[in-house]
């Protein structure tokens, strides 16, 4: 993970009830809702916007809803001395959800604005200066637009206008819609790798992506490519080279028709396989349906590549329209790494899996230097989560030369159930690429990545998922090329490697035997941009013998960024890690009452390159989180205390509601001795003992793990902020209590299964925790309900199902209750339902639905549009316990995906959830 610069995500709405969503055209603007009572009778209600059709929650939780979001912020890479400050939207309208759009082979298209239909663009923009001690105002001149439109017109100054004590910049002639009809948001933000100037696109959702610049000394903007759309569907519609002059973009071909679909069939889809050819796959949302939908696809993803100047807006297309999956600029920019989607497409697999051919182009002229990998269509890729395509894959530049290629090849034909040796080999091939390449690595697991340091220094990384297990092994990727030839050197991509270069130096650095075991976390070994704009490795050289250019050799250190976790909490901590025994000394770490995160090293000693300021994240659960400038005392390894010389964003609590609610995470044991924890949560001021028991929602999201011991182990901290991302806290306000996150660990150890006991240990994992609430007072064992999204919705039925007794009702989002309707695996399942049919029997709360006594509310987006938890699954569920009597409800979301985006849903679904708690969430009497 790069540690290059600081980065808040866009969607951090305050619920969970988010992620991409997506309709067709046409899709009904009103809920779907079927009611069927104890006595088997059935209500169903077909409401229209024009009516009463979305619900609202009651104003303790619309409020909350409601509430601004905190300010995206990228850091200035280079100099450091500004952050970007990004205001963010809260949710859009059911209006704007249920667009018109195409769905392409796992893409969700927006047909006018060849983007993605779902995406969500910031809405302002400003600078501010980092180290700015007296904060002094600038003044704002010739802004073209008065404060009053600022909101309306979604771009400019950020909300809540200036801060006196942190000056924010204004920027001249940004975008604006003067005519006020319609709002500009701001995508595909990105600093220039020597961080002088920004690009970013402006999205009009009525006509698409402009290209704009942005000098930061000058603090003006302009349009690259005025009136010249970007296609965005592939990914990034652009990307900067390392010169920071120049940009290389993908434009619409504006001058060709969109293909018409004849309503006539030409005859039927024949699809056919072939005795012995096994092409098993997980099941797929958004295929292919026929030729049109290949014509439509062809077209929306097909894009011209030009190469750019942002100042003088000089314009050069490289060569002709293709379909690119991504341009990636070589480090010292003469060359690009072009993917292309290649025919024949497929009416079973995704976009993702389709045939490419990888490429090496001229910069300057387009020309095609050479032709890397042509990649077939990935059908046959083994189920298993160590299965890779047969063939080159993770194709990518090496970051610290100026034109080395690099890339990962299975020896064993992507199969980990293949005895072998050699799994996986890493190849690098310098410019001018007409060579054989070089055998760098030969690897016993599966290739997980690499990061670049110098010609003396590389980590790679190998892991095997069967046993959790990962290693980090340290390399001289240079040196002497003219040695012995290397065992095992083979084909690839076509060619026979080198046969004069032997693999490099190697040995093993770090050996996590699980990564499920936190408190054993080795940490991030952090990396740096150069001053191309690449991710290469943070050398320090804690004695101060940082070699000169030409000099020997000197063995370096590496900075690691760790969890610190523990049955305390996480404690965060920067160590330095030596490169021989991966040994660490901690130089900061983060101390209670705070939770801090260091999030960027703002300064390093010249001399060492050890950290002397740091940008960090502070945060308590009543402290919104917050970025401080702390500087390191001289000498790091004394344990100094740091000191906190300026606060660089002063973001409000978003909910003085919930400021005083008290969380604790509590820790009990389930019957087989598993250590399990929770967050519990009480509204402000509740006392057990003289308040009593309180009604209480359980919300929880079950995961499985090789070790018993690792499972129990705690996974947050209790100085967390208090944040509403977590979707059960909405009820504080009414009176509840909330146990967040119980653990519910399926534990496989050694050879088993975790799902070969799936329901037994789920079970004993709820009844732990009712045990728990109910033994502290603080809930009754006939109040509690319990709720969850996803593989949590399908945990949640799975337990009315199997333990009736438990729960007095139950939420399930999103769900998939009938596992037969997903064969090829789920979760984290790899075998097939022919493999283990009584698993997959068993783990089918859909066949369990007659014992089934709770009330069940079932909420499901209508374009869900993630793998497995299609509608049916709730929609069939439903029907049985109608069929049968039970007490349910189900709630189809109009135009909603896996997750919930507009507010008119959002709104709804916790209208939903707190009748059916305030009803059902009762005991007997």
């Known amino acids: 993970m790069a540690f290059a610069g600081l980065y808040t995500s866009l969607r951090g709405v305050k619920n969970s009830l988010r992620v991409a969503a997506v309709c067709s055209r046409g899709a009904r603007l009103g809920l779907r809702m079927s009611v069927s009572t104890s006595a088997g009778a059935a209500i169903k209600v077909n409401e229209s916007m024009s009516g009463d059709g979305y619900k609202t929650p009651p104003k303790s939780i619309l409020d909350l809803v409601d509430a601004d979001l905190d300010p995206g912020v990228l850091l200035q890479p280079n100099v450091k001395q500004h952050i970007l400050l990004l205001d963010r939207p809260n949710m859009p309208s059911i209006a704007e959800v249920a667009a018109p759009e195409l769905r392409l082979a796992g893409f969700r298209i927006n047909g006018t604005t060849y983007g993605p239909s779902r995406a969500d663009y910031f809405l302002n923009m400003a600078l501010q200066e980092v180290h700015d001690k007296d904060r002094k105002k600038i003044p704002i001149d010739d802004l073209p637009i008065d404060d009053s439109n600022l909101r309306k017109l979604g771009i400019g100054m950020p909300r809540g206008g200036h801060d006196k004590d942190r000056k924010k910049i204004p920027i001249d002639d940004l975008p604006i819609d003067d005519s006020n009809l319609r709002k500009l948001g701001i995508g595909y933000v990105q600093w ?7 690009a970013f696109c402006t999205h009009d959702p009525e006509y698409g992506f402009e290209l704009w610049c942005l000098d930061v000394e000058e603090r003006r903007a302009w349009c690259i490519a005025p009136k010249l759309r970007l296609n965005s569907v ?5 990307v900067w080279l390392s010169d920071s002059k120049r940009v290389v973009a993908k434009f619409v071909i504006e001058d060709v028709e969109l293909p018409v679909k004849n309503t006539v069939p030409t005859g039927p889809i024949v699809e056919e396989s072939s005795e012995g050819e096994i092409r098993a796959n997980r099941t797929y949302q958004d295929l292919l349906k026929d030729e049109h939908d290949v014509a439509l696809f062809k077209h929306y993803t097909t894009s011209q590549l030009e190469l750019i100047d942002v100042r003088s807006r000089e314009r050069k297309k490289l060569g002709t329209p293709l379909s690119f999956r991504k341009a990636s600029p070589s480090p010292d920019g003469k060359y690009l790494l072009v993917d292309i989607i290649q025919e024949p497409y497929s009416y079973l697999l995704p976009a993702s899996r389709f045939g490419h051919s990888v490429e090496i182009w001229d910069t300057e002229t387009g020309d095609v230097v050479e032709t890397v990998a042509t990649i077939p269509l990935q059908e046959k ?24 290629l690099y890339w990962a090849e299975a020896q064993d034909g992507g199969d980990p159930n293949v005895d072998a040796s050699v799994r996986d080999a ?12 070089r055998r760098l690595l030969s690897l016993a697991w599966r290739y997980a990545g690499m990061i670049w340091g110098d010609d003396n220094t590389a980590l790679a990384y190998e892991r095997w998922y069967k046993t959790r297990s990962i290693r980090t092994h340290l390399l001289t990727p240079g040196g002497d090329l003219e040695t012995a030839l290397a065992e095992g050197n083979g084909p690839c991509c076509g060619r026979k490697a080198d046969p004069s270069q032997a693999e490099a130096l190697n040995r093993l650095l770090i050996d996590v035997k699980n990564w499920e075991d936190r408190y054993n976390d080795p940490g991030t070994i952090l990396t740096m941009m150069n001053e191309r704009g690449k991710p290469v490795i943070r050398l320090v050289y804690p004695e101060g013998n940082k070699p000169a250019d030409g000099s020997e050799t000197v063995e370096p250190s590496f900075l690691v960024q760790c969890p610190g976790a523990s049955d305390e909490g996480d404690m965060p901590y920067l160590a330095v890690m030596d490169t021989i025994e991966a040994k660490q000394q901690i130089v900061w770490r983060s101390k209670p009452p705070l939770l801090e995160n260091a999030l ?50 002063a973001f409000p609590h978003p909910a003085l509601e919930l400021k005083d609610v008290k969380r604790k995470i509590v820790t009990y044991e389930r019957e087989d001795g598993v250590k399990l924890n929770a967050s519990l949560f009480v509204p402000a001021g509740y006392d057990a003992a003289r308040d009593g028991p309180l009604k209480m929602f359980m919300w929880a999201y079950p995961r499985e793990f090789k070790s018993a011991t690792f499972a129990g182990q705690m996974r947050d901290s209790p100085l967390r902020f208090n944040r509403l991302a977590r979707t059960p806290l909405y009820w504080l306000t009414r009176g509840y209590a909330i146990l967040d996150g119980p653990l519910m660990p399926v534990i496989g150890e050694g050879d088993t299964e975790p799902n070969d006991t799936y329901v037994e240990q789920l079970v004993s994992s709820a009844k732990a925790a009712v045990d728990y609430v109910v033994k502290e007072g603080i809930a009754k064992r006939d109040e509690i309900a319990i709720g969850g999204h996803s593989y949590g919705a399908f945990m949640t039925v799975t337990l009315l199902a199997q333990a009736p007794e438990l729960f007095s009702c139950g939420i399930a989002r999103s769900g998939a209750y009938n596992r037969t309707l997903t064969p090829f695996g789920f979760q984290a399942e790899e075998r097939t339902l022919w493999e283990a049919a009584e698993v997959y029997q068993k783990m089918s709360p859909y066949l369990a639905a007659d014992k089934i006594k709770a009330p069940l509310l079932l909420i499901h987006g ?46 709804h679904v916790l209208a939903e959830m707190t009748e059916w708690l305030d009803t059902h969430c009762v005991g007997q009497n």
């Open 234 to 238: 592939c990914g990034d519609p652009f």
């Open 600 to 649: 960027n090293i703002l300064e390093s000693d010249e001399e060492t390159g050890l950290p002397k300021r740091l940008l960090l994240k502070r945060e308590s659960p009543e402290e919104n989180p917050n970025l401080f400038i702390a500087e390191l005392p001289e000498d790091l390894f004394e344990n100094g205390e740091p000191q906190i010389t300026q606060a660089l964003t």
């Open 381 to 404: 890729i083994p189920l298993a989560f160590d299965g890779v395509s047969d063939g080159p894959r993770s194709i990518g530049w090496r970051a610290d030369v100026d034109a080395t």
């Open 192 to 198: 220039s790798p020597d961080g002088k100037m920004i």
């Open 426 to 437: 890493v190849f690098t091939l310098p410019a001018p690429f007409n060579g054989l390449p």
């Open 862 to 907: 209508e374009a869900d549009n993630n793998p497995g938890t299609f509608p049916v699954q709730s929609e069939r569920l439903f029907q049985a316990l109608k069929g049968m009597g039970k007490r349910s409800r189900y709630v189809l979301l109009p135009a909603e995906g896996h997750g919930y985006r507009a507010r008119e849903s959002i709104l």
